[in-house]
């Protein structure tokens, strides 16, 4: 009994990444609610995820305000075209539901396509955005070209970012699981796929936080 709750055991490692995921997944909540800052929480979100994963010590609320503030203007600079382009595939989707005829199927089939891609683009680009300081052109289109390069990986990211909303709208105790953990989990699951990736790319780990 002693040996479980031992600091080395795994009881112990698997409890305080669970501890530590869900402070991370407040922290990203309550830094989101403007909607103009989710792009630097973001930012934050998935650093800190990264060093949970990688099994690195750290303070997550220090580390978490250190990276919002260093990544604020890039993440900003990130985040409003891909909300803009959100807000626009949303409010698109919702009209042509409404519109009968083959027309209206093949713009929604267009604008599911572009949901699509839009996801790889958040999932990719704020990693990125940690790991190099480059303009929102080449973020972009550096997150575009890693999803079409490494496709059965992004699906995969694609496909359990899905499972999350889904079973978040479907099963109410589930979505209030996910309010505590929901886009922690979501951003530890991606990085571990992430830092496969990376590695391979040569793109290199966040510097550590002083």
Same mark, same amino acid.
Do not use: C, D, H
């Given at each position: 009994m002693?040996? &479980?709750?031992h600091f080395d055991s795994k009881f112990y490692q698997t409890a305080d990444k669970a501890v530590n995921l869900i402070k991370l997944n407040i922290l990203w909540i309550? /830094?989101? +609610?403007?909607l103009v800052t989710?792009?630097?929480a973001s930012c934050a979100l998935h650093e800190i995820a990264s060093k949970i994963v990688r099994n690195e010590d750290g303070y997550i609320l220090r580390d978490f305000? &250190?990276? /919002?503030?260093?990544?604020?203007?890039?993440?900003l600079k990130l985040w409003m075209p891909l909300l803009l382009a959100g807000v626009?595939? +949303?409010l698109e989707l919702f009209f042509w539901r409404n519109v009968g005829g083959l027309w209206a199927e093949v713009m929604t089939g267009m604008l599911v396509m572009l949901a699509v891609i839009w996801n790889f683009?958040?999932?990719?680009a704020f990693p990125l955005a940690v790991r190099m300081e480059t303009s929102t052109r080449t973020t972009l289109c550096n997150a575009l070209l890693l999803? +079409?390069?490494h496709l059965p990986e992004s699906l995969y990211m694609l496909f359990w970012t899905g499972i999350f909303l889904v079973a978040g709208w479907l099963w109410t105790p589930v979505l209030l699981i996910e309010i505590f953990t929901g886009a922690a989990v979501l951003a530890a699951v991606q990085e571990k796929v992430l830092l496969k990736i990376f590695g391979q790319e040569q793109i290199p780990e966040p510097a550590p936080e002083q």
């Open positions: 002693r040996g &479980t709750f309550l /830094f989101s +609610v403007p989710m792009g630097a305000l &250190t990276v /919002f503030q260093r990544k604020w203007k890039q993440a626009g595939i +949303v683009l958040f999932i990719y999803a +079409v390069k």
